[in-house]
T-cell receptor, first 116, second 114 residues
Framework: DTGVSQNPRHKITKRGQNVTFRCDPI?????LYWYRQTLGQGPEFLTY????????KSRLLSDRFSAERPKGSFSTLEIQRTEQGDSAMYLC??????????????FGSGTQLSVL | AQKITQTQPGMFVQEKEAVTLDCTYD???????LFWYKQPSSGEMIFLIY??????QNATEGRYSLNFQKARKSANLVISASQLGDSAMYFC???????????FGKGNQVVVIP
């Protein structure tokens, strides 16, 4: 068990380009989350999957953002037509479903996106 | 909606001393859970401790303890016997029962000095 893995660790792109991030959760974890963290702030919820189903999306997730989790394993987060305001750390977390609200999330080290 | 407030400036702590990190929260919902996470410079968020709103006793996990004062809506984290590896950002978070979202505060920076 190597923990939650995110790739790439860093991404620099030009405004208007599309970017895709990948998250590999801990195996057998059926719940997967994406959060976004900007400088000096705590993480903000973006979206949540249970197995392959995307069950909740934040209003922060504009129509330029899309997330998938095919077959309930790894997940991708794509941002189309990036804007400078998209610059942030994108964190992925996974968990094995247990009684809420004491669910413990395991986070990856994040993908740091810089939009020039 | 829930709101988490962490307003302390960055803190320097002497190794082996205890440090208390303040967290207040605001919700009208009676059923919720409170969390503390640690974020070292490597970026990943590490779970430290959990307190449920109906728990009668304050939570403890090794060197971490949570001073839960429900009437004051505060959930302060106490780190005892600080170690150099405790240098990190610390985030307080809350989750309502039946909700999939963790709401985080802005964090507290802690630097442990030898």
């Amino acid at each position: 068990d190597t923990g939650v893995s995110q790739n790439p660790r860093h991404k620099i792109t030009k405004r208007g380009q599309n970017v895709t991030f990948r998250c590999d959760p801990i195996s057998e974890h059926n719940r997967l989350y994406w959060y976004r963290q900007t400088l000096g702030q705590g993480p903000e919820f973006l979206t949540y999957f249970q197995n392959e189903a995307q069950l909740e999306k934040s209003r922060l997730l504009s129509d330029r953002f899309s997330a998938e989790r095919p077959k309930g394993s790894f997940s991708t987060l794509e941002i189309q037509r990036t804007e400078q305001g998209d610059s942030a750390m994108y964190l992925c977390a996974s968990s094995l479903q247990q009684t809420v609200p004491n669910e413990k999330l395991f986070f990856g080290s994040g993908t740091q996106l810089s939009v020039l | 909606a829930q709101k988490i407030t962490q307003t302390q400036p960055g803190m320097f702590v002497q190794e082996k001393e205890a440090v208390t990190l303040d967290c207040t929260y605001d919700t009208s919902d009676p059923s919720y859970g409170l969390f503390w996470y640690k974020q070292p410079s490597s970026g990943e968020m590490i779970f430290l401790i959990y307190q449920g709103s109906y728990d009668q006793q304050n939570a403890t996990e090794g060197r971490y303890s949570l001073n839960f004062q429900k009437a004051r809506k505060s959930a302060n984290l106490v780190i005892s016997a600080s170690q150099l590896g405790d240098s990190a950002m610390y985030f307080c978070a809350m989750r309502l029962y039946g909700n999939n979202r963790l709401a985080f505060g802005k964090g507290n920076q802690v630097v442990v000095i030898p």
